[in-house]
């Protein structure tokens, strides 16, 4: 979706755009104080005096060391499509006093973000605090009406990303990882965003079907508890007829195939002792979800008793599958103690697979759900599991452990004038002027370092030692001589530069590109329990320059 710059950029641009995903995304969602900002910008004549903000975090959620950029192409629809219809600027003019002059209101009616550039990071990049994720230049009005979305469409998004990474980094790399988090979520764009971000940050499939419809991520599920309780015996099964795989032929009675099963099962002298009779409405919605889906048939077994009942009844309807050609999927753990029953389901399994000769069915795939978290994935590792895939919901939608990355958007520059902003809080300090960002990278492949510059300093170079500063510790400094650099800050809205924009990629090469970031991080900045602080530095002119600005803005006191 690559578009050269060189013509009228609001019309060549929106023209390829789509507009947000949501709807509700339009230039009135923000802060009333923006609008009140802008007027004044306007009365003072301000408003077209080209300013420079950027976007970026000051600490790691979750008490980690990383974070996962998302959002920015729901930034980049927002901008390509922004104009405020004569409706909103009618409902703006009722919510500002009633002082305001008509012309501002005019005013309103022509802007559009054409002269608007915005430099980012790639999308589902690793990311650290103080690095800006987006630097917006533009007229400071226009820009200063963008910075309530942009920060509303990275925040969450990155949050829960980067909790989507976390939990795939606990559960390794071999599982299946399913978001289950739709009923859960905060309202429905929280879930459809949730379920497009977790994607991104490395999950494998969603139960949304919307999500997968818009984002084509893999849909996955299977019955709820109330299919199975719905059930009271297996007569109640009208056809019981199904052919076979290949269609050679037909199954007129597969309830009595699945009956001559379990009476097999229990009958074998080393499952003897697990079960006992069996419950035979649980029975009869396993037959009956077979028989409509034998090729994808996958049960939640934990609605009367596990081991007892669901395991012996999901066997029996696998087998009888298995007469006819099909492969059962495997079972869903919803309840209990996930280890033990895990590690007995698949003994279980394996012994039926001896038993009978049904290749492949000890390693049927089972599926864990029940309020998972980071936590519980550490925990079921360290005890032991046979768990194939992890379905997680609430804790992952609601990024339950943390309730917001805490995004800032900061003036760094006007007319080309380097601005900084002072706290007595060191960590609210921002880096003053227009920067440029490099992940420098060691031998090994792993990033060692990011380091900010000014704009026309040179960039560091391959095999080229340079001086990397902490922002604000004096004593804080390394050389580093990078094996690789990588300039992090590229064009995605060139305005009217005549700069090529680059590619908004699609969810999967996202995805893609988000798992190859965390590959390139070492294991220590990403283990859950005490990890490695990663290095922000900037260049020692920067160092030098953000303290020379520093003195001369700080108030001088006076004591008495």
Not at 99 to 128: H, K, N, Q, R, W
Request: with cysteine; glycine share 8%; aromatic share 10%.
């Amino acid at each position: 979706m690559e578009v050269k710059a060189n013509g009228p950029m609001e019309k060549q641009l929106n023209s390829c755009i789509d507009g947000p995903t949501n709807p509700m995304v339009t230039p009135l969602l923000t802060d009333l104080y923006q609008f009140t900002m802008v007027y004044a910008y306007w009365k003072a004549g301000k408003h077209l005096e080209r300013a420079v903000f950027e976007l970026f975090f000051r600490k790691n959620p979750f008490g980690g060391e990383y974070t996962v950029f998302a959002g920015l192409e729901e930034c980049i629809r927002f901008i390509a499509n922004f104009n405020l219809t004569a409706e909103e600027i009618s409902f703006v003019r009722s919510s500002l006093p009633s002082s305001c002059e008509d012309g501002f209101f005019d005013y309103l009616m022509g802007i559009d973000c054409s002269d608007v550039e915005v430099y980012a990071i790639p999308e589902g990049t690793v990311v650290f605090p103080k690095i800006p994720l987006l630097r917006i230049e533009g007229p400071i009005a226009v820009v200063q009406l963008l910075e309530t979305a942009f920060v509303n469409l990275v925040n969450y998004a990155s949050l829960v990303a980067t909790n989507a990474a976390r939990h795939r980094f606990v559960a390794g790399k071999s599982k299946i990882l399913l978001e289950f988090g739709l009923r859960r979520a905060q309202g429905p764009d929280g879930g459809i965003s949730a379920s497009k971000y977790c994607y991104m940050g490395g999950f494998d499939a969603t139960s949304n079907v919307a999500a997968g419809r818009m984002f084509g991520i893999p849909l996955r599920g299977t019955h709820s508890h109330a299919f199975v309780s719905s059930f009271t015996s297996p007569d109640e099964i009208v056809d019981k007829s199904i052919c076979s795989s290949d269609g050679s032929s037909i199954c007129e009675d597969f309830v009595s195939l699945v009956q001559t099963w379990l009476s097999k099962i229990q009958l074998t002298p080393s499952l003897r002792g697990i079960f006992g009779e069996t419950n035979q409405s649980e029975l009869a919605a396993f037959t009956s979800y077979a028989l409509a889906f034998p090729a994808n048939f996958l049960a939640l077994v934990d609605t009367y008793d596990v081991m007892k009942s669901g395991i012996p009844n999901f066997c029996a309807v696998a087998l009888a599958l298995a007469d006819l050609g099909y492969k059962a999927v495997g079972i869903r753990l919803d309840s209990g103690d996930l280890a033990y029953l895990s590690c007995e389901t698949r003994r279980f399994f394996c012994a039926i697979e001896k038993e009978f000769g049904v290749p492949g069915f000890g390693k049927m795939a089972i599926t864990a759900s029940n309020d998972l978290n980071e936590e519980t994935l550490d925990a079921l590792n360290k005890q032991g599991h046979e768990v194939d895939s992890f379905g997680i919901g609430t804790h992952l939608v609601t990024c339950y452990a943390q309730a917001a990355l805490g995004c800032v958007f900061k003036l760094v520059e006007i007319n080309n004038q380097p601005r900084i902003k002072l706290s007595e809080d060191i960590s609210k300090v921002s880096i003053p002027c227009k920067k440029r960002c490099y992940r420098l990278y060691g031998k090994e492949g792993y990033a060692l370092v990011d380091i900010m510059t000014g704009e026309n300093e040179p960039p560091p170079k391959a095999a080229v030692r340079i001086l990397c500063r902490h922002p604000f510790n004096e004593s804080k400094r390394a050389y580093v001589v990078p094996h690789h650099v990588e300039e992090l800050l590229k064009c995605y809205w060139p305005g009217a530069s005549g700069r090529a924009r680059e590619e908004l990629p699609p969810l999967k090469e996202l995805r893609d590109h988000c798992v190859e970031q965390l590959d390139q991080m070492r294991r220590d900045h990403m283990r859950r329990l005490n990890p490695t602080p990663y290095k922000v530095s900037v260049s020692a002119k920067l160092y030098d320059f953000i303290h020379f600005l520093w003195l001369n803005e700080a108030p001088v006191g006076e004591l008495q």
